[in-house]
């Protein structure tokens, strides 16, 4: 037996300068800690966050959700086997009792959930990622970098939320090495050409430019590669975050200036993926329109990525595998709320032959967890921010370290181009 001693939780900032929540869980062979991360644009089914709603920190503080972690789970789980990660979800889904975890909060319970993973490896001795994935666990992941930030993400009229570079190289090293070099490129070219405040930096460290359409942001990932030599070796991938520039009461998509239906804007997509190297788009529809989800997938020959139609959930996944909406899944640990609910989306997507994502949030923390568990689903894709920012380059400095861990038996993942 390797029991849980004590549980200690905290209230601890992330990297918009906002409250979250920290877990301590304490074993007599190992120790664990984990933080939970904040979205800025949430799809409305995730489980819930639990804020505070006073007067401290905005009504955004987090101690109610500490709380609940020190006085209701804490003596919930005293005396559990911290490996038996299911078992202990399950006890925290129970005494939560409602879907979307409206109780205790979901970053409450994922902070136990994760802490607990973590708490096993240590009391092993093993890596995160060897602990969840297995003796097998080996791949690394093709990183998806925001590097021109827009919609909810950033303060210019880009409707596009996340325009992304995706490097492809045999190692992941090499991955980061030319992702920093055309971020670099790309400071250059935005100064040149709209001043310095263009480089001013959004939520996860991508540029912020004064843009106006979505076309000047490719134009500009373009010829930032192309100046950084790397022609050829770089694709682009999309995050438009529809929900947020849909009217649900006139039933139509505001971008670039413009006010497109569903299948108006399946054309949009269709001209630009024609134009540019773009090989995935997340979230081109809003929220319930799985229709028009499966419509683009079967028209469009890119990976089609679910974020918020799918929020990690695997009744919603389901339904979007039966009707053939989407490609892929955005796999995101907060917004379904343990370990093991997210290990089971994953799973379920990769045997349906559905692309994974690993994703951040946009309101970080320095928790490497999520690279660990691109790496334990083999998942082969992450998608962290710039390769900027601590909280960023925290997730992209424990890849390396684990390529370097795995050596020669390291591969990488998806493959594009």
């Known amino acids: 037996m390797i029991e849980i001693e004590d549980i200690r939780a905290r209230e601890i900032l992330d990297s918009r300068g906002e409250p979250t929540i920290e877990v301590d869980i304490i074993t007599k062979k190992g120790f664990g800690r984990a933080s939970v991360p904040s979205g800025a644009s949430t799809g409305s089914n995730e489980a819930l966050e639990l804020r505070d709603k006073e007067d401290r920190y905005g009504g955004k503080g987090v101690k109610k959700a500490v709380e609940n972690v020190n006085e209701l789970i804490c003596?919930?789980?005293?005396?559990?086997?911290?490996?038996?990660q299911r078992k202990i979800d399950e006890e925290m889904l129970e005494l939560d009792g409602t879907e979307k975890k409206i109780n205790l909060g979901a970053n409450a319970i994922l902070a136990?959930?994760?802490?607990?993973?973590?708490?096993?490896?240590?009391?092993?001795?093993?890596?995160?990622?060897?602990?969840?994935?297995?003796?097998?666990?080996?791949?690394?992941p093709v990183p998806m970098?925001?590097?021109?930030?827009?919609?909810?993400?950033?303060?210019?009229?880009?409707?596009?939320?996340?325009?992304?570079?995706?490097?492809?190289?045999?190692?992941?090293?090499?991955?980061?090495?030319?992702?920093?070099?055309?971020y670099h490129s790309l400071k250059k070219v935005l100064t040149n050409k709209y001043g310095k405040s263009a480089t001013n930096i959004g939520d996860e460290g991508g540029f912020a430019p004064p843009m106006e359409n979505t076309r000047e942001a490719l134009e500009s990932l373009e010829k930032a590669v192309e100046e950084a030599g790397y022609s050829k070796k770089v694709f682009f991938a999309i995050d438009s975050a529809a929900s947020e520039f849909y009217n649900d009461k006139e039933?139509?998509?505001e971008i670039d200036g413009r006010r497109l239906e569903e299948m108006e804007l399946l054309d949009y997509y269709r001209e630009i993926t024609e134009e540019y190297p773009i090989v995935a788009l997340e979230d081109p529809f809003q929220e319930e329109d799985f229709e028009s989800f499966a419509e683009i997938t079967k028209r469009l020959n890119i990976q089609i990525i679910g974020d918020d139609i799918f929020v990690t959930n695997v009744e919603r996944l389901k339904r979007g595998i039966d009707m053939g909406a989407a490609n892929a899944l955005l796999l995101k640990i907060n917004q379904i709320g343990t370990?093991?609910?997210?290990?089971?989306?994953?799973?379920?997507?990769?045997?349906?032959?559905?692309?994974?994502?690993?994703?951040?949030r946009s309101g970080e923390t320095e928790d490497t967890s999520i690279a660990d568990i691109a790496v334990a689903t083999?998942?082969?894709?992450?998608?962290?921010?710039?390769?900027?920012?601590g909280e960023r380059t925290a997730k992209y400095?424990?890849?390396?370290?684990?390529?370097?861990?795995?050596?020669?038996?390291?591969?990488m993942g998806a493959k594009f181009g």
């Not at 003596?75 to 038996?84: A, N, S």
């Not at 590097?147 to 980061?176: T, W």
């Not at 390396?400 to 038996?409: A, C, D, Q, V, W």
């Open 339 to 360: 370990i093991s609910e997210s290990l089971d989306a994953s799973e379920l997507a990769l045997r349906s032959g559905y692309g994974v994502i690993v994703s951040h």
């Open 75 to 84: 003596p919930k789980l005293i005396g559990y086997d911290v490996r038996e």
């Open 397 to 411: 400095n424990r890849l390396l370290r684990i390529e370097e861990e795995l050596g020669k038996t390291a591969i």
């Open 251 to 253: 039933g139509y998509y």
């Open 145 to 182: 970098m925001n590097v021109i930030n827009g919609g909810m993400h950033a303060g210019n009229n880009l409707a596009i939320q996340e325009h992304m570079i995706v490097p492809v190289a045999k190692r992941f090293s090499d991955a980061i090495q030319i992702a920093s070099e055309v």
């Open 112 to 140: 136990v959930s994760l802490g607990v993973a973590r708490a096993a490896a240590n009391s092993l001795s093993m890596p995160l990622y060897r602990y969840l994935g297995g003796s097998n666990a080996r791949i690394l």
């Open 378 to 389: 083999g998942c082969g894709q992450i998608k962290t921010g710039a390769p900027t920012r």
